[in-house]
């Protein structure tokens, strides 16, 4: 494992949750797993969940240790971005990945991105469904067309810089993070969006590494009518004002 400076991490991985027990336990074996050599934390955000998952991510701390899962939980729901900016402010790392907690994002592409950021010296690296080897897997027909056709909608009128713009699986610098998360107005599934969005109108370098979208395994998806509606209001703003 690469060495720690005063008991700092190379990499911060903060992880959201809401209704995880079934799937928390699974994506933290596959962190370690897939990155065998690397100085990272996890850190959990845990909007209040009712379903017990802060009782099997402190079972998690006790098998890990807790300096390696940190619990940074909230009593309530309040928002994707102020997840990322609770779970930076308990962050070592001088890099911050984010990704969800129900297997859609697999841990197995986490050296991918940790090597494309080393090779290139990228301020973030995406994750993307829609270049060569990447994908999804899990979606009927109808679910692969919306959100095909929604991302064509955004590359045309927003031209982004990034292939894939609604995915949340992502490599930052953190002092990039920092200062997208303070620039960001949006909520919800906009607010992936809206961050690849400024971070090319300001200039940040970005890479892509393609990737296989899983469907949650267990558990209900949260995507629903009211995202839709609240996506395309959320690319008009965008247009209008970046």
């Known amino acids: 494992m690469e060495a720690a400076a005063g008991g700092k991490r190379a990499y911060s991985i903060i992880v959201p949750t809401y209704n995880e027990r079934l799937n928390v336990a699974l994506i933290v074996y ?29 079972q998690l701390q006790q098998v890990y240790g807790e300096d390696r899962v940190l619990l940074r939980a909230r009593p309530r729901k309040l928002g994707l971005g102020t997840a990322y900016l609770h779970g930076l402010k308990h962050a070592s790392g001088e890099f911050v990945v984010i990704m969800d907690a129900d297997l859609s994002h697999h841990p197995k592409y986490l050296p991918s991105f940790i090597r494309k950021q080393k090779e290139t010296g990228a301020d973030v690296v995406t994750g993307t469904r829609y270049l060569k080897n990447g994908g999804v897997h899990g979606w009927n027909l109808m679910r692969k067309l919306t959100s095909r056709g929604a991302n064509v909608l955004a590359q045309t009128l927003l031209q982004p810089g990034a292939s894939d713009l609604t995915g949340s699986f992502r490599l930052y610098k953190r ?16 607010f992936q969006m809206e961050m690849i969005v400024r971070a090319t109108r300001k200039g940040y370098h970005i890479e892509e590494v393609p990737i296989t979208f899983v469907d949650r395994v267990f558990g209900i998806s949260k995507l629903g009518g009211s995202e839709i509606v609240e996506y395309l209001k959320g690319l008009v703003y965008l247009l209008l004002t970046t």
Do not use: R
């Not at 990272?40 to 017990?52: L, M, T």
């Open 175 to 190: 002092d990039v993070l920092e200062d997208l998360i303070s620039s960001c107005v949006s909520k919800g599934y906009v």
């Open 30 to 58: 596959l962190i370690f797993k897939h990155l065998p050599n690397v100085n990272f934390e996890i850190i959990i955000v845990d909007d209040g969940s009712p379903d017990g998952t802060q009782d099997i991510v402190k």
